[in-house]
Nanobody, 124 residues
Framework: QEQLVESGGGLVQAGDSLTLACGAP????????MGWFRQAPGKAREFVAG????????FYGDSVKGRFTISRVNTKNTVYLEMSSLKPEDTAVYYC?????????????????WGQGTQVTVSS
């Protein structure tokens, strides 16, 4: 069974940086667009960032644009999310997702595989 596994979450202070990683054991990684979503307490899951199969094209949600960077290393079957200038409103469970369609989607229903999530908590 193909799975995605997120790691790197934790408790940080506002203004800090944190890098998340998502490994994809058993997945033909290079054939999938990848995305990061997050879900804050009491809120719906929202699109954070997406990246195409070859890593050339990247997309970001408005709330994280300029602060977060998505990247991937296909030879390692891993996608990353570098987060900087973290704010308390970034607090959420962050999920990695894989999509085998031709383009990166902002809608969670378009993704085929999901990780279990990793908690990011940003204190004031």
């Amino acid at each position: 069974q193909e799975q995605l596994v997120e790691s790197g979450g934790g408790l940080v202070q506002a203004g800090d940086s944190l890098t998340l990683a998502c490994g994809a054991p058993g997945l033909t990684f290079g054939t999938y667009n990848m995305g990061w979503f997050r879900q804050a307490p009491g809120k719906a899951r929202e699109f954070v960032a997406g990246i195409t199969r070859n890593g050339i094209n990247k997309f970001y949600g408005d709330s994280v644009k300029g602060r977060f960077t998505i990247s991937r290393v296909n030879t390692k079957n891993t996608v990353y999310l570098e987060m900087s200038s973290l704010k308390p409103e970034d607090t959420a469970v962050y999920y990695c997702a894989a999509d085998n369609s031709w383009v990166v989607h902002r809608t969670e229903s378009e993704y085929n595989y999901w990780g279990q999530g990793t908690q990011v908590t940003v204190s004031s």
